[in-house]
């Protein structure tokens, strides 16, 4: 006869065999998700390479969103989708390369991708370098861009002028913590520009004005459903800073009032500097690596 010892390790082998398994799986659909993203970038460089309107419409998810100097454009169809060739071949532009390619955070619908790239001429030459950040998305089966947002190269930019912008931006982001854990949505408003965008995941929500969600957190309905106490963030991280923009990644966590992190998410902020203010403007969130919200 088996002893219940026996039994028991047997199934403690079986589940840490199950739970392998399952992790394996997770790895694999991750590094899937970002072969595939990486095509759809690439496939996305000869479409604009081309220098055809038409083409790079084709190789775009929507809701498109320009996070341009001015604020964030968006084309609702390929038909609102611009971009004018005919300037970009005035400045001497032939052809754009993408230098050097890194993927910040991966999950099985969306990636986040920074750029470094160069504007060469028709003799190949760079006249033009910068950093651009993506938001790869998977619609149904079929991944395109669906977020840009370009700044100068780091080495364009003063060290001293660059600290000053980490550090301003930075505090906003402690700011919205702040306000956040104290439900206090004057706070928040200081702190959050609108319009705004946010693909959680890659649903997309579009906070137009100071009365939404995204701005204007409903903090009894999560206290309520989610007996949420307090939010944190941690393994705060620039990708890229200007004077007027800079791009984050970071992970929070909400927490309950037992004092337990039952949420968790990676997440890409960019915040940009308007009328003097630094305030959150586009969010891209992740899937949670750890969800127990029934």
Request: net charge negative; glycine share 6%; charged share 20%.
């Amino acid at each position: 006869m088996v002893s219940i010892r026996i039994l028991k390790r047997i199934l403690t082998i079986m589940l840490m065999g199950l739970a392998c398994v399952a992790q394996n799986a997770v790895a694999q659909n991750l590094e899937t998700a970002a072969q595939q993203a990486r095509s759809a970038l690439e496939r996305f460089l000869v479409a604009w390479n081309s220098g055809s309107i038409a083409t790079v419409r084709q190789v775009l998810n929507y809701p498109h969103i320009t996070h341009s100097p001015s604020g964030l454009i968006i084309a609702e169809s390929p038909e609102q989708f611009a971009q004018n060739f005919t300037m970009l071949r005035r400045q001497g532009w032939a052809s754009s390369s993408f230098d050097e390619v890194t993927m910040h955070q991966v999950s099985e619908s969306k990636v986040n991708i920074g750029v470094e790239f160069s504007r060469r001429n028709n003799l190949g030459e760079i006249y033009q370098s910068g950093f651009v950040f993506y938001v790869f998305t998977k619609q149904g089966d079929t991944w395109g861009m669906q977020y840009r947002a370009g700044l100068p190269g780091q080495q364009q930019i003063d060290e001293t002028i660059k600290n000053q912008a980490r550090m301003e931006a930075t505090a906003a982001i402690v700011g919205f913590f702040n306000a956040f854990n104290d439900t206090d949505h004057n706070a928040l408003g200081r702190v959050n520009h609108v319009p705004q965008v946010v693909l959680n995941n890659s649903f997309f929500i579009h906070a137009e004005d100071a009365l939404s969600p995204v701005v204007r957190p409903d903090f009894p309905q999560m206290e309520e459903r989610e007996d949420w106490d307090h939010s944190v963030f941690r393994d705060l991280s620039v990708l890229s800073v200007s004077p007027e923009r800079a791009i984050f990644e970071l992970e929070f966590e909400r927490i309950n009032t037992s004092n337990e992190v039952y949420r968790r998410v990676p997440a890409l902020w960019v915040l940009s500097k308007r009328a003097g203010k630094w305030g959150i403007e586009f969010r891209s969130l992740m899937s949670p690596t750890l969800n127990l919200i029934n």
